[in-house]
């Protein structure tokens, strides 16, 4: 089963139940991504050993 759900992230997230997630999926602001790759402060993803 998948809910999809369009909000504010911290405010729905502190509305759940402990340990009620198993993946949560957010879509960042892409315009804020291009000013923090001119000064070099983004975060690349590392794969895991659990991986």
């Known amino acids: 089963m998948m ?3 369009q909000d504010d992230a ?3 997230l502190s ?3 402990a340990a009620s997630v198993d993946l949560l999926i957010t879509d960042p602001p892409y315009e ?5 790759r001119k000064i070099g402060t983004t975060t690349r993803l590392k ?3 659990a991986s």
């Open 3 to 5: 809910n999809l759900f």
């Open 10 to 12: 911290v405010t729905w």
């Open 15 to 17: 509305t759940l139940d």
């Open 32 to 36: 804020s991504l291009e000013k923090h």
């Open 47 to 49: 794969v895991s050993k």
